[in-house]
């Protein structure tokens, strides 16, 4: 990637997180920034070996779904590299599906470097994290940095453990045999105790199982059911997202025979 390149992107990602509450140095909750920004955001538990997520347009509607099966901070990123691709990409193509290869750091295709780095630079800004090792960890020219340290960057800036030591190599506070030692550290005393042992975010380190639908999706699936496009099942456990049944939407329902089908139909097939 060419540094006009990522000149361009950082000016994106800033000028999108200019619009997102932050903490004293990292994003508060970037899903309820895509609410109030107005994009349609789905979470939804499709395991952990399935796509991590896509971002697509559809009339004038930008929808995005994440996978809640995996860990919080890794929903984050996946999340942010969406949004990466929306604000960078969406323009020139429908959609984007991502899973754990295209979101791996090695990964060599431009149009997915450039969201991870859109994603890297929208959580952790350059300034942000020099002010934040500056003011909030005043033994790091000395010592360097710990895994507890790591631990606090992680829990301010709402990110893994993987992604805080890359951005770190990335922006050369750290250099490759530091990155090594803070990964063996992370092994030995692993991630939940060292978050735990500073205070820090522990939801980070475990999946959320969140689901998470627009509400007007409602009428989406209740006009599917009424064409007899989707059976009362699906329709079932669809309301069951919104703590719904049946009885509570049975004035706008015509009754069909039942059918066998599954929410993932309803919400496009991901794992395809």
Known sequence: ????????????????????????YGIIDLFKECDRLGYKLIRYPLGEDADLGFALKKDDDIIVFIN?????????FTLAHEIGH??????????????????????TDEIEQEANYFAANLLMPSDEVERFIDLELPGFEKNGLSGMDI?????????????????????????????TRLETERSEKRVGNLLKSIGGNSRLN?????????????????????HNAIPKETLEKVLECYQLTIEDISDRLVEFPEEDDDLDDLIGGLED
Do not use: W
């Open 68 to 76: 809640s099966s995996i860990r919080l901070s890794r929903e984050i």
């Open 1 to 24: 990637m060419h540094d006009s390149r990522k000149r361009e992107i950082r000016i994106q990602a800033d000028s999108f997180r200019e619009k997102c509450k932050i903490s004293r």
């Open 206 to 226: 475990i999946a959320g199982h969140e689901i998470v639908i627009p509400y007007e999706y409602i009428d989406y699936v209740i006009y599917n059911y009424n």
């Open 86 to 107: 929306i604000v960078l990409h969406l323009n020139g193509e429908k959609s984007f599906i991502d899973n754990k290869a295209t979101i791996a750091d090695g990964n």
């Open 151 to 179: 631990a606090r960057i992680m829990s301010e800036f709402n990110v893994s453990y993987d992604v805080a030591l890359n951005r770190l190599e990335s922006l050369r506070k750290i250099d490759s045999n530091q990155k």
